[in-house]
């Protein structure tokens, strides 16, 4: 299935793929984390850090959308998935360095500026570039590829945390949100050229 469809969808799902089974590691469990690590750490900080996330995270992305779909070309699609990939792929490195409730505010705001910034132009993006006659089975295989990994990360993220600890948690969710961010990478030479393509046809002589 996989192999039927063009570079930029099968990038863009292993990308997705990669950043969000990153953080399915550790968003079960951090709540866990927070209680049992960070001073002053209980539920109440624990759900003030989750709605932080999703309120920025919802808030943002409706003006950086507008911001894109004025744009008429892919550069700056590309340029704020890069950007944003990255940003949410260096948050969980600040976790492993965390010890009061606004550190564990400031990364997850960091986090949702990230995911502010990528989903938008990820989704404009990979619309653009779906095949035609593929368009549900695109959106299928993205679907079934992230859920799939959230649930395999949940499970590993706790025998993780539970044998390991939290420190090398978080810099497995780091790595593979850099490796997100490297596979955007990849499609940046199919990406740079106009949103829509305008054909200027010689005057006759």
Known sequence: MLKSLNKVIQLLVFSDLSLLFSWGLVSPILAIFITGHIQGGDVRVAGIAVGLYWLFKSLLQLPIGSYLDQNHGEKDDYY?????????SLAPFG??????????????????????????????????????????????????????????????????????????????VGVFGLVATFLCLLIKKDLIVPKRKIILIPKPE
Not at 80 to 88: D, K, N, P, S, Y
Request: a negative charge; hydrophobic letters at 55%; proline letters at 3%.
């Open 95 to 172: 976790f492993i360095f965390s010890t009061l409730p606004w550190h564990i505010y400031l990364l997850q705001i960091i986090h949702a500026l990230g995911a502010a910034f990528s989903l938008p132009a990820w989704c404009g993006i990979f619309t653009r570039h779906i095949d035609q006659g593929k368009e549900a089975q695109s959106w299928a295989l993205d679907s079934s590829a992230i859920g799939i990994g959230a649930g395999v990360s949940g499970i590993i993220g706790g025998f993780v945390a539970q044998t390991l600890g939290f420190t090398p948690l978080f810099v497995g």
């Open 80 to 88: 704020f998935l890069v950007l944003g990939t990255l940003l949410a």
